[in-house]
Structures are given as structure tokens and as C-alpha cells.
């Protein structure tokens, strides 16, 4: 097994990392979007959170609404623009924000956030959640927003330059289990060699020790799909490669909602959170690097 050791602030639900100017960033689920910095992937610090208070429009569009969720982090035209989900939990009245950033070194005259407000929504009359974003770029340099879970599965719909959900454009499933609930959230999707790899979380997570969450992965040569295993299941009928599960290790519980972090040395890292079952299953970040075997996403034994 590779996980990295890790010290200092790990405790995390929903992790994603970036690199600027040589130093590490993560963000993560909590009050004000909590932001995390390393100098070596190993060490984490907490740096501080994005919002001192919610944005008006969260507490409106969402009330109830306290933590915001599952952040997404992607350096587009200029900017870091984070995505982060409002929800409460269990619901299905959700949305998705966009905040930005010219930097994310505080020490910088550039670092100040700006809230640009709401890029999706869902209610009951919705086929799905918009909750769990993420980003891909395509290989002519649009970029798409991956989220959803539970009602309806996973989806995906394109971004216009500026950040936001095309007006009327098709939002397309794209990973279901065709169950009641649909216990799969978490998407994540990179492009690799000609193809673009899901990752996603199925089964059910925040429960401690008691969380069945766990990592699948799969692969397309089309980025809406279809995705399928190495088996040549459909994600769309509950197909998924298992990377990691509750079985994985003695320590760690419910390992999932994972991110791929690419390093600039060309090394992939599995980025995700699990649950301390020597610590009274608090959710701590995990870190370990992501091969590449015959085509298809691979991690230590």
C-alpha cells in the first residue's frame, strides 16, 4: 500500500488539491470552504476558508444551509474558480456556487475572492441533485461540469468560457445504479491518453466506521460516455472497477469522494477522505499515487 504519511490539519470531507508557484492548496467540505496549504503534499497547514460568512444568496436559495460542500478547484482564464455545493443533508434542493480568485497565496495584493453566485439548481422537480461538482476540459478546451448524486446519478453538462452552465444545453447521465436511493455521488474525470477515466463513490458516506462509501473507476473515449469497467460493465447499470474500499485497510473506513491530483513531475495522486477506525472514525485525508496498468487506473496492494 502507498499512502503517503501525512501530518499536521488532515481531518477533511471531499478534498481536492491544486499546485501554484511550487506550494500545494486543498480545499475541502466545512463552514466557509476551509483551505489547506503544503510545501510538500506530506505536511498540511490550515491556511483559512474562503468565506467568512455564506453568500446571501445561499441561505436564500437553500435555507437550512450551513457547511458548503464537496468543492471543486480549476485554474481557467486567469483565475482559480472553486465550485461548491448547497445543500442540506439528504435533500434534494441543492445548488451549486462559483467563487474566484486571481491567486491563492493570501500574501499576494492580487488575493481576494469574488462569489459570482449560483450555476445550477435542483428541486423535487428535478431528475437530479446538483451537489458534488467538478470540471473536465475536452480536447478542444471547453469545459464541463460533472455533479449530481443519489437522484438520478451522475451528470454532466457543458460550461460556457466564463464558467457558467450553458443556457438550455442537455444535461446527460452519465453513471447510474439504477436503485432507490442511487447511491452514487463524487464524480471526478480526467483525460488521459486518448481516453477520460470516471471516478465516483457509491454506496453511503458520514456514517463513521459505519460508512460503506468506496472508490470505482472507468473509462471512456467519448467524455459523455458510455463508461464502462474492465469488465465491460456499464456505469449506467452499476458498473465500476473497485479502487478502494472498507476492506482496502485495518485502519480506515468508508474510503471515497476522491480527486485526482496530477503533480508536475507526472505522477497521479488518489486524493480522498476515510473514516480513523483508531480514532473514533474521524474523516481524515488520504493520499496515494494512481498507476496506470494496460490502460486502466491502478493503486498499490
Known amino acids: 500500500m502507498a499512502l503517503l504519511a501525512l501530518s499536521g490539519f488532515v481531518q477533511t470531507h471531499d478534498a481536492t488539491i491544486v499546485k501554484e508557484n511550487g506550494v500545494y ?7 466557509g470552504i476551509p483551505v489547506s496549504v503544503s510545501k510538500d503534499l506530506h505536511h498540511w497547514d490550515l491556511l483559512g476558508k474562503i468565506f467568512e460568512e ?14 458548503l460542500w464537496a ?3 480549476v485554474f481557467r482564464n486567469g483565475e482559480w474558480r472553486v465550485y461548491y455545493s448547497v445543500s442540506t443533508f439528504g435533500s434534494q434542493k441543492s445548488a451549486i456556487g462559483l467563487v474566484v480568485n486571481k ?16 450555476v445550477l439548481q435542483s428541486d423535487e422537480s428535478c431528475r437530479y441533485n446538483a451537489i458534488d461538482p467538478a470540471v473536465i476540459s475536452d480536447e478542444q478546451g471547453n469545459d464541463h461540469l460533472l455533479f449530481g448524486s443519489f437522484w438520478g446519478g451522475l451528470q454532466m453538462v457543458p460550461l460556457t468560457k ?20 442511487n447511491p452514487v455521488e463524487g ?13 465516483a463513490s457509491y454506496d453511503f458516506c458520514c456514517r463513521g466506521t459505519a460508512s460503506t462509501y468506496h ?6 473515449e467519448n467524455l459523455y460516455g458510455p463508461y464502462y469497467d474492465s469488465i465491460g460493465e456499464s456505469f449506467l447499470e452499476s458498473g465500476g472497477d473497485t479502487l478502494r474500499d472498507g476492506f482496502s485497510f485495518k485502519k480506515w473506513a468508508g474510503p471515497g469522494h476522491n480527486s485526482v491530483f496530477a503533480d508536475d513531475d507526472g505522477k497521479y495522486y488518489l486524493v480522498y477522505h ?3 477506525r483508531e480514532d473514533n472514525g474521524e474523516p481524515k485525508l488520504l493520499i496515494e499515487e494512481l498507476f496506470f496498468e494496460n490502460g486502466w487506473p491502478k493503486v498499490k496492494v
Open 71 to 73: 468543492p471543486e478547484i
Open 103 to 118: 491567486t491563492l497565496d493570501p500574501a499576494s495584493p492580487e488575493y481576494c475572492w469574488h462569489d459570482l453566485g449560483c
Open 54 to 67: 455564506n453568500p446571501l444568496w445561499t441561505s436564500r436559495a437553500i435555507p437550512g444551509s450551513t457547511s
Open 274 to 276: 476515510a473514516y480513523d
Open 25 to 31: 492548496y486543498r480545499v475541502q467540505t466545512g463552514m
Open 162 to 181: 466564463q464558467g457558467f452552465v450553458v443556457k438550455d444545453a442537455e444535461v446527460v447521465n452519465i453513471a447510474s445504479r439504477r436503485t432507490n436511493p
Open 187 to 199: 464524480g471526478f474525470i480526467i483525460r488521459k491518453d486518448g481516453y477520460y477515466y470516471l471516478f
Open 215 to 220: 472508490i470505482v473507476c472507468g473509462r471512456s
